[in-house]
């Protein structure tokens, strides 16, 4: 239950405006606009989450988030993440699906976890939420979104997370890893990589299925 609480509260930055680039000032728009990225944290009903933004000219949403919904795939360029495998009875296009993961961080070892990754549309835009179904040593829980909204001639990625750690030390240790982890996509998508037509049939597959479509 309490996971599901968390879950709903991610969804109130989604939420809040009908183009979330309306969280943004003038200020951040035109530092996201010239290359940059903004980050902050932003407190809903008592909750704080990490908040980070990032701008990709030409690119488009689809692209991104074909790219984004292929987690498996992620482990190939996230630093952070060993390895992503699909529990049995989820395939890369069901929504929502779930998955173990092996990760490390520093040299780090940390513990595998067990994650329900989703996909959906909303306000002009497309997303992908995940949230932790087990806690562990270092992380009682955890819950995040990605959402993709075009701007101008490109895409503005919107990166939240929501993690209560276990104890000082893994509260430092996992906000490092989430500017980490975020820093990996926005490297790779400065990189110019195309999506695959497979990641964009799976991801349409998905989206299908809550009546949303490309």
Excluded at 11 to 24: R, T, W
Excluded at 65 to 89: C, E, R
Excluded at 166 to 193: D, E, P, Q
């Amino acid at each position: 239950m309490k996971m599901l609480i968390l879950n709903f509260l991610l969804m109130i930055p989604f939420l809040a405006s009908a183009n979330f680039a309306d969280e943004l000032t003038t200020k951040q728009k035109n530092r996201l606009l010239a290359g940059g990225i903004v980050s902050f944290t932003k407190v809903q009903a008592g909750q704080t989450y990490s908040h980070y933004f990032a701008y990709y000219k030409n690119r488009t949403p689809k692209e991104l988030l074909s790219l984004f919904w292929d987690y498996q795939g992620q482990a190939t360029y996230a630093p952070m993440l060993k390895t992503l495998v699909l529990l049995p009875g989820f395939s890369a296009d069901d929504n929502p699906k779930r998955a173990i993961g092996n990760a490390v961080f520093m040299g780090i070892p940390l513990k595998k976890f067990e994650m329900e990754y989703s996909t959906g549309c909303l306000k002009g835009s497309m997303y992908s939420e995940w949230k932790q179904m087990k806690a562990d040593k270092r992380v009682k829980g955890t819950v995040g979104g990605a959402r993709f909204e075009t701007l101008g001639s490109g895409t503005l990625m919107g990166y939240y997370n929501k993690m209560e750690p276990n104890g000082v030390f893994n509260k430092i240790f996992l906000k490092l890893g989430l500017r980490s982890a975020f820093l990996s996509h926005r490297r790779y998508y400065l990189s110019g990589v195309a999506h695959t037509a497979l990641q964009e049939q799976n991801l349409r597959t998905a989206l299908a299925s809550v009546s949303c479509t490309l």
